[in-house]
T-cell receptor, first 120, second 115 residues
Framework: KAGVTQTPRYLIKTRGQQVTLSCSPISGHRSVSWYQQTPGQGLQFLFE???????NKGNFPGRFSGRQFSNSRSEMNVSTLELGDSALYLCASSLAFLSPLSGRNTGELFFGEGSRLTVL | DQQVKQNSPSLSVQEGRISILNCDYT??????FLWYKKYPAEGPTFLIS?????DKNEDGRFTVFLNKSAKHLSLHIVPSQPGDSAVYFCAAGVDRGSTLGRLYFGRGTQLTVWP
């Protein structure tokens, strides 16, 4: 079973440019989340999609956006790049969150290897 | 606003001994907790979880303890092995039934297990 696939793995951009990152979830997973990892802040939640709808959004500026397609694949876009956007962007998929209080799905996320963005 | 905190950035343990990784949280609404392990150049991988209705969960060499009154959880690895050397992230979430995928992560603890 293929894991979560993210492309590109590495990219370099300059300030002011925009970037689009792609994520293919595990087959059958309908929920996709995006996280930003930086050395100083750890993993910060960006947004979450389920059935092509954004269900949750983290505390990031409007320059960060995303979408999900009918095949559950997702993209995120960052416009007007800033130096501080340099980070590892991680995509995670899950079947869907079922309450652990009922003993079902634990909310496990399956992460991809990430897209390393460097902004110069 | 760091709602999940891992105050030890690193931990070094000898092979065969116990590794204890700690995590504190501030949001009393959190009711499920997870640990992830991350190797360099890889995404985090799920290790073990616990819901707030329990105070302990075991899976092989890994045990997670939850102290709700102290808002503290810990991960015990016994015995520690060199292959356990990785960054360990503590994460927490709120069970709303329909919540999908939003987790709050700590900044991680680098565990080094030496022979």
């Amino acid at each position: 079973k293929a894991g979560v696939t993210q492309t590109p793995r590495y990219l370099i951009k300059t300030r002011g440019q925009q970037v689009t990152l792609s994520c293919s979830p595990i087959s059958g997973h309908r929920s996709v989340s995006w996280y930003q990892q930086t050395p100083g802040q750890g993993l910060q939640f960006l947004f979450e999609y389920f059935s092509e709808t954004q269900r949750n959004k983290g505390n990031f500026p409007g320059r960060f956006s995303g979408r999900q397609f009918s095949n559950s694949r997702s993209e995120m876009n960052v416009s007007t790049l800033e130096l501080g956007d340099s980070a590892l962007y991680l995509c995670a998929s899950s079947l869907a969150f079922l309450s652990p209080l009922s003993g079902r799905n634990t909310g496990e996320l399956f992460f991809g290897e990430g897209s390393r963005l460097t902004v110069l | 606003d760091q709602q999940v905190k891992q105050n030890s950035p690193s931990l070094s343990v000898q092979e065969g001994r116990i590794s204890i990784l700690n995590c504190d949280y501030t949001n009393s609404m959190f009711d499920y907790f997870l640990w992830y392990k991350k190797y360099p150049a890889e995404g985090p991988t799920f290790l073990i979880s616990i819901s707030s209705i329990k105070d302990k969960n075991e899976d092989g060499r890994f045990t997670v303890f939850l102290n709700k009154s102290a808002k503290h959880l810990s991960l015990h690895i016994v015995p520690s092995q060199p292959g356990d050397s990785a960054v360990y992230f503590c994460a927490a979430g709120v069970d709303r039934g329909s919540t999908l995928g939003r987790l709050y992560f700590g900044r991680g603890t680098q565990l080094t297990v030496w022979p």
